[in-house]
């Protein structure tokens, strides 16, 4: 039986890094070249983990499920990186950024992990200006920062709206550099299918080519998970199309341990829901709320009007119009962390303030913004982003204001991993979205990128040597083995059912009902009834899917359909340990609301007396009741407070 | 909005191609492109065939994984956008929609919509990097780079790896999307070591994979959906003939 061992080094607070760091072990570099290192998924965390294992001398595989790790989805993100290098001089500190970010998730992240993520934040914008990634710049041609939700200083570093593309290209230039040099060897539209355990240790993967769809076995000293959120779960999300949890379910159905299932993010400026054909949602960066106002009107009847139609915002006068975040937080106002402000949009819209066709958006208006700045300071800062708007709403937005809605972002729970990200399986580790570390119950804005690269960059290289020191007396692994043979064997026959089944119902269409039942009743605010009516719902989904699918194509060639169904499968996996974690928090804490767990102003109501753990599900076979176990999460070092934005 | 398709089909590498007609009807004028895509192909499953494949991932235009010719034009008739950021609204009711993958050498078709781009991230490894290892770079704020200079690197490193450049010119150059990572990098302090070697290094395998020169014709430029501009191609031909005549280094790693 595995218990929960985080591992967490003695000491103080900002020595436990250093002094891990300084009594660590370590691989020497004859030996490196004898270990094979696999790492699943492109993105950030992924391949800047690769990229500095290879540049360390170890023999890297890295797979990849597009044809380029330029695709992976960390490239969206728009608005910034954190650090807390205080180049502006407004108080910023490593402590500061350990602060805000444990406050912002609520009190329900590891205090050792998240500082030594604050620590390194800064090394992460050495390491991208010295790969050429052109950060904003001022005059003096210093490095420039924003302000982001949930914070009181400017640290966010920006690069125009696409600073996770130029993060990731700087990470996939770095990993172009290790390819090119031999250290890591790269397989593009490849899936992980299996995770292969060989004596209690991660030893190798299967994958599908998805070219050709040959079933293929990799060996390794260890497997490193970089393959994401879940956020898709819900279908309509602001994901990529591609991004699923499947590596994670495989990896948890192997017995690594899936913590905090049921912490999502819901982020509050996405351009709302149009129509049923709708694939995907359209996130607008958070970076907008440091210029835009947000309101909806002061009258229900304004609200109507504009619903029908018969009256534009624009002839809203100033003084019926309701900025609630400002009136609701005065101190943080419209920069409220993201779960604040979604929920207030809801409360409004649910109240019968909400505007647009369907009710379902309120307004994020730049007016003030623009008489303040003028108009060219504001296309300098967001014309990208007011482009994209444009394209996709057909509205000008430096004339009208911006309609927006919250919207499924990331997954704060993901695979259990201890201070050294590695899982309940010896030699699986986990980086990036697709752990549970750093973001609590709710993430910062601009932390999802310093949590990628802190942990390729400057983490993982640490942690994984240490645990590889040993590994050296381990010859190569072998795929002939009956662990993979078995592995392989499982993966053929789940595809070869899933084929056979030649049901009536489309992968899409079983998606979106599994979206439905998420998005309804283990959405945004969640209750005990709604909760114990998914649970149900979603295994008889589940038989759905296993009877009535239907996949066209074959096994042997490309084949999208059959892609996307066997992730179906995981993400209905996943979907029952989200409600079931859901139901059994209690309480109310960042992305995690509990209707019936509020304070008399509405406000999420957390019970830190019985609920001041991670929820660690472990799977215990199929048909069989997974069981959760806990961490309990002491704070030795910060005031638990409850959380005031006001 | 109701279309009628044209749709270049092909199973895979080796096998012939064709076009096949599809009608499609009832189509909100806010759906998107790859959504009325979406709506064909779950109706293609309905009917048991095998739905049309095209590679697609983010769809807000900035992945650079979608890419098809439409009418004629990669990304299709409207400016600076992506194929996942067109919408129906763009076309006329009735209309017929021709559509089919990039066309060039070093794009081999996988399948239907697909085509191989991997020769752009050989390019890319030839040296669209700075050798910086990690750790122990020097302060973020230790070079100071001019606003100008910074804005204009990134500007050319806004390039999304789609190929519609590459598509777009009748000879496939890929000369928009290598200029542009040259560029962003001899425009900047930590690119400036080795930018002779590198621009020499991407040329060859550029060459080497089978693109074509640049004619000046500037398609890759009107196609762009990143509308990165031609001025990286004259800055790119004046690093390589700088290094070419000036440079003495190898320009082996």
Redesign the interface.
């Known amino acids: 039986m595995n218990t929960l061992n985080s591992k967490i080094p003695e000491g103080q607070l900002s020595e436990k890094w250093t002094k891990y760091k300084a009594s660590q072990k370590l691989v020497n570099p004859a030996n490196k070249r004898k270990i094979d290192v696999i790492v699943v998924g492109t993105g950030l965390a992924g391949s800047?983990a690769a990229?500095?294992l290879g540049?360390l001398g170890f023999n890297v595989k890295i797979f990849c499920i597009?044809?380029?790790?330029?695709?992976?989805?960390s490239?969206?993100a728009q608005g910034g990186i954190n650090a807390a290098?205080n180049?502006q001089n407004d108080g910023d500190s490593v402590d500061r950024l350990f602060y805000d970010t444990i406050k912002g998730g609520d009190y329900r992240a590891r205090e050792a992990n998240v500082y030594r993520l604050a620590e390194v934040s800064n090394?992460i914008?050495?390491?991208?200006?010295?790969?050429?990634v052109?950060?904003?710049?001022?005059?003096?041609?210093?490095?420039d920062n924003r302000s982001f939700g949930g914070a009181q200083v400017s640290r966010t570093f920006y690069?125009?709206g696409?600073t996770?593309?130029?993060l990731l290209?700087g990470a996939?230039?770095?990993l172009?550099?290790e390819?090119?040099a031999g250290t890591v060897k790269?397989y593009?539209r490849r899936e992980m299918m299996d995770l292969v355990v060989v004596d209690g240790r991660a030893r190798g993967i299967i994958t599908r080519n998805l070219?050709t769809g040959e079933i293929e076995r990799w060996a390794g000293h260890a497997v490193v998970i970089a393959t994401g959120g879940y956020g898709n779960v819900y279908y309509l999300s602001t994901n990529?199309?591609?991004c699923n949890a499947s590596a994670a379910v495989q990896c948890y159905h192997k017995g690594a341990f899936f913590a905090n299932p049921c912490y999502v993010q819901i982020h509050p400026t996405c351009i709302p829901v149009?129509?049923e054909?709708?694939?995907?949602l359209?996130?607008m960066s958070e970076s907008l709320r440091n210029d835009g106002r947000i309101w909806v009107p002061k009258k229900k009847e304004d609200a109507q009007a504009i619903r029908e139609g018969k009256l534009k915002p624009t002839e809203i006068a100033e003084e019926d119009r309701d900025y609630y975040l400002e009136r609701r937080y005065p101190a943080f106002g419209n920069l409220v962390p993201r779960d604040i402000a979604s929920r207030a949009a809801k409360e409004r819209c649910d109240a019968g303030y909400g505007v647009g066709a369907t009710g379902f958006a309120v307004y994020l208006d730049f007016k003030s913004a623009i008489e303040r700045l003028g108009k060219d300071k504001v296309e300098e800062r967001y014309g990208n982003l007011f482009?994209?708007y444009e394209?996709?709403v057909?509205v000008n937005p430096y004339e009208n204001p911006m309609m927006i809605y919250p919207a499924v972002h990331y997954t704060m729970g993901g695979l259990w991993v201890d201070y050294e990200l590695q899982t309940t399986i010896p030699g699986l580790f986990a980086a990036g979205e697709a752990n549970f570390s750093d973001h609590g119950a709710n993430r910062l804005g601009a932390s999802a990128l310093m949590q990628g690269l802190a942990d390729g960059?400057?983490v993982l290289?640490y942690t994984m040597q240490n645990y590889l020191s040993d590994q050296i007396y381990v010859s190569k692994i072998s795929t002939e083995t009956e662990e993979f043979a078995n592995a392989e064997k499982s993966v053929r026959e789940k595809l070869e059912k899933i084929m056979a089944i030649k049901g009536e119902k489309?992968?899409?269409?079983l998606q979106r009902e599994l979206g439905h039942i998420m998005w309804e009743y283990v959405g945004m605010g969640r209750n005990r009834e709604n909760l114990q009516k998914a649970i149900p719902m979603l295994e008889n989904l589940k038989k759905e899917f296993w009877s009535n699918v239907?996949v066209?194509?074959d096994l042997t060639?490309?084949n999208?359909?059959l892609e996307k169904a066997a992730r179906l499968a995981d993400h209905i996996e996943l979907a029952q340990i989200m409600a079931k974690d859901a139901l059994q928090r209690e309480e109310s804490c960042g992305g995690h609301f509990r209707e019936e767990y509020v304070t008399e102003e509405g406000e999420a109501k957390r019970n830190d007396q019985d609920f001041m753990f991670v929820g660690v599900w472990e799977y215990k076979g199929k048909d069989q009741e997974p069981v959760m176990h806990k961490e309990d999460l002491k704070y030795e070092f910060i005031n638990v407070q409850q959380r005031n934005y006001k | 909005m109701d279309f009628t398709l044209k749709i270049w089909r092909q199973?895979?590498r080796k096998a012939k191609g064709r076009f096949e007609t599809y009608k499609i009807s009832n189509i909100?004028p806010?759906?998107?492109f790859?959504?009325m895509l979406?709506?064909l192909n779950?109706s293609?499953?309905?009917k048991?065939?095998?739905?049309v494949?095209f590679?697609?991932?983010?769809?807000?235009?900035?992945?650079?994984?979608c890419g098809m010719y439409i009418n004629g034009h990669p990304h299709g008739p409207d400016k600076?956008?992506t194929t996942c950021?067109l919408?129906m609204?763009k076309f006329t009711d009735g209309e017929t929609i021709t559509i089919e993958p990039w066309r060039a050498r070093p794009f081999p078709i996988?399948?239907d919509l697909?085509v191989?781009?991997?020769a752009?991230?050989k390019i890319?490894?030839?040296g669209?990097?700075?050798?910086?290892?990690?750790?122990g770079?020097?302060?973020?704020?230790a070079?100071?780079?001019?606003?100008h200079k910074?804005?204009e690197?990134?500007d050319s490193?806004?390039c999304?790896?789609c190929g519609a450049c590459v598509a777009a010119c009748k000879n496939a150059s890929a000369m928009l999307f290598v200029s542009a990572k040259v560029s962003?990098?001899a425009l900047?302090p930590?690119?400036k070591p080795e930018a002779a070697i590198r621009v020499q290094n991407m040329v060859a395998k550029m060459d080497d994979l089978g693109f074509g020169n640049c004619t000046n014709t500037y398609a890759c430029e009107a196609e762009c959906p990143k509308q990165i501009k031609r001025s990286n191609i004259a800055r790119m031909n004046r690093e390589f003939i700088c290094a070419k005549v000036a440079s003495e280094e190898s320009t082996k790693?």
């Open positions: 800047s990229a500095s540049a597009s044809d380029s790790p330029r695709r992976a989805h490239i969206a290098k180049y090394s914008i050495d390491q991208c200006v010295a790969q050429g052109p950060f904003a710049r001022d005059y003096a041609g210093m490095l690069a125009k696409q996770g593309q130029q290209l996939y230039s770095a172009s550099k390819i090119k790269m593009e070219q990529a199309m591609n149009k129509g054909y709708q694939s995907k359209t996130l482009q994209m394209e996709i057909a960059y400057f290289p489309t992968v899409d269409s239907r066209t194509g060639s490309l999208p359909e | 199973e895979n909100s806010d759906c998107s790859l959504e979406d709506i779950e293609l499953v309905n048991l065939s095998h739905p494949c590679d697609n991932d983010c769809r807000e235009g900035i992945c650079g994984m600076g956008v950021q919408y609204r996988i399948r697909i191989d781009r991997t752009l991230d890319i490894q030839e669209g990097y700075v050798s910086a290892t990690t750790g770079v020097p302060d973020g704020n070079i100071l780079i001019s606003k910074a804005d690197a990134m490193a806004s999304i790896g962003q990098l900047l930590q690119g790693r």
